[in-house]
């Protein structure tokens, strides 16, 4: 039993990082903004957060770091993708190629730093449950943080004017145009504010999930969350849901390491993707029912002077 409690841990906090990336690529595309860039903006704010804690020895200065070099890098993606009207597919690659190098080249003297010692958090009382104490309660606070995000996320796009217009620019540019709005300036604000989340999700993995720095320590989290927002239906709640189904895939491969079952450990490493694969094939045979969900303006650029 205690196994599993320890597994359901992992599975939230690999979670999380998930959650967070995907939720800001969510912002994204409700705008009708898509992100490709997110691997970058995750290791370039992993590094951030990463060397501020190591210069200030303050968790939250280099989470704020983190989702400051996020913004920082969603700014260059919106000024190019939404100002200047260029490829998103291409400039998101560009993007997500040139955070990798950059964090690599600047993260080199800190490959071999490390982190004052990390702070222990517990639910007081409830953490001394038996079974569900260390399953559930004894998590970082952005482990919390990531489901009251998504419920206020939820809250935000169906219940209130600023969502829904931020909706209405992605389904039609055009139309919210025409009543006025400034599609330009809604679209930049929703990728700072998602390029944000993918900042906070960097410096969450680099701090608190895997409190180090190496080269490429991503491993394709931005693009498994890129890929869950297609998978959730652009649904916050389906996000935090899938977000902990691809968490517990990644964690059941060190499950069942430490189990014995003999099993090629690359194998187990091909896991989270080749769930991902599967996810997207089985989904892209339902075109009509994926086109009923999606942004129906997802990835088409707005030129104002021709509405």
Sequence with gaps: MD???LLLAATLHAGTVLALAALGLLINEKAGVINLGAEGMMLCAALAGFATVVH???DSLGLLAGMGAGALLALLLGGLVVVLNTNPYATGLALSLFGGGLSAFLG???VQARLPERAQFVVPILSDLPWVGPALFQHHPMVYAVVALTLGLMWFLDRTRPGLILRSVGESPAAAHALGYDVRAIRLGAVLAGGALCGLAGAYVSIVYTPLWVEGMMAGKGW???ALTTFATWRPVRVLLGAYLFGGVTMLQFHL???GIEVSS??????PYLATIVVLAFMSR????????MPLSLGKPFHPHQH
Excluded at 266 to 271: D, G, K, T, Y
Excluded at 286 to 293: E, G, L, Q, T, V
């Design 224 to 226: 498994i969350a890129l």
């Design 3 to 5: 196994t599993y409690a």
């Design 257 to 259: 390491q430490a189990s």
């Design 56 to 58: 200030t020895g303050s």
């Design 266 to 271: 690359q194998w187990l490493s091909m896991l």
């Design 286 to 293: 339902r075109p009509a029912w994926m086109k009923a969900h």
């Design 108 to 110: 080199a003297p800190y």
